[in-house]
């Protein structure tokens, strides 16, 4: 290997090695993917990157995170699946390579949020943990770009990350909801016996509610 290469390898470590501390030391989702489009775009020398999460039932994307666009309006739209390149790479489950956006524009709701931006190169890549996709890792480039094998093989690394971030976002706050469901139910199980209480004894009614 030359000095480049093991400089570059070295600097991707290091990338990933910030991206996993990110995700272990904060459940702030937008944290993580900040981080993670940071380190896409510092290391596969990209225009702009974005993720996207997936809506299962309403058949729908939106752009969670979005780093190197001109337009700030991109971050928290919503794009159909079955109107966009990101769709597709939900469905294939692989990696979509668009080599001419100018030639092959994406769906026309996608077409029109980028308006102005003048992608040319476009690469959308599946995040999938446990067997089952949760969105979509997008790069757009400005001129052509012809990736080499590692280049790719990191960018699909990187969108490894990224759906570990997701997940574990997922987990705590599903987590988060089942501690305040539970929390709910015993103050209502503490309530109904306070109830009880108070009707057999008329004297202290509402005392046993206040305490």
Same mark, same amino acid.
């Given at each position: 290997?030359?000095?480049?290469?093991?400089?570059?390898?070295?600097?991707?470590?290091?990338?990933?090695?910030?991206?996993?501390?990110?995700?272990?030391?904060?459940?702030? &989702?937008?944290?993580? #993917?900040?981080?993670?489009?940071?380190?896409?775009? @510092?290391? #596969?020398?990209?225009?702009?990157?974005?993720?996207?999460? &997936?809506?299962?039932?309403?058949?729908?994307?939106?752009?969670?995170?979005? &780093?190197?666009?001109?337009?700030?309006?991109?971050?928290?739209?919503?794009?159909?699946?079955?109107?966009?390149?990101? $769709?597709?790479? +939900?469905? @294939?489950?692989?990696? +979509?390579?668009?080599?001419?956006?100018?030639? *092959?524009?994406?769906? /026309?709701?996608?077409?029109?949020?980028? !308006?102005?931006?003048?992608?040319?190169?476009?690469?959308?890549?599946? *995040?999938?943990? /446990?067997? @089952?996709?949760?969105?979509?890792?997008?790069?757009?480039?400005? +001129?052509?770009?012809?990736?080499?094998?590692?280049? &790719?093989?990191?960018?699909?690394?990187?969108?490894?990350? !990224?759906?570990?971030? +997701?997940?574990?976002?997922?987990?705590?706050?599903?987590?988060? @909801?089942?501690?305040?469901?539970?929390?709910?139910?015993?103050? !209502?199980?503490?309530?109904?016996?306070?109830?009880?209480?108070?009707?057999?004894? /008329?004297?202290?009614? $509402?005392?046993?509610?206040?305490?």
């Amino acid at each position: 290997l030359s000095e480049i290469q093991i400089r570059q390898q070295i600097a991707r470590l290091t990338a990933l090695r910030n991206i996993d501390q990110t995700i272990t030391s904060s459940f702030n &989702l937008r944290v993580s #993917l900040g981080t993670v489009l940071t380190e896409t775009i @510092k290391q #596969l020398q990209v225009d702009a990157a974005a993720i996207l999460l &997936l809506h299962p039932q309403q058949q729908s994307m939106t752009y969670s995170a979005a &780093l190197g666009f001109r337009s700030l309006q991109i971050t928290g739209a919503i794009i159909p699946l079955d109107e966009s390149y990101a $769709g597709r790479v +939900v469905n @294939k489950r692989r990696l +979509v390579r668009v080599e001419n956006l100018q030639g *092959l524009p994406d769906g /026309k709701a996608v077409t029109d949020l980028l !308006a102005g931006e003048e992608f040319v190169t476009y690469f959308g890549v599946p *995040l999938i943990s /446990k067997r @089952k996709v949760l969105g979509v890792l997008e790069v757009f480039h400005r +001129v052509t770009l012809t990736p080499y094998p590692e280049w &790719l093989e990191f960018l699909e690394t990187i969108a490894g990350q !990224a759906a570990i971030a +997701v997940d574990n976002f997922t987990l705590f706050e599903n987590l988060q @909801k089942s501690n305040l469901e539970l929390e709910q139910a015993y103050d !209502a199980t503490i309530e109904g016996w306070s109830h009880a209480l108070d009707l057999r004894d /008329k004297e202290t009614e $509402g005392h046993t509610q206040r305490v």
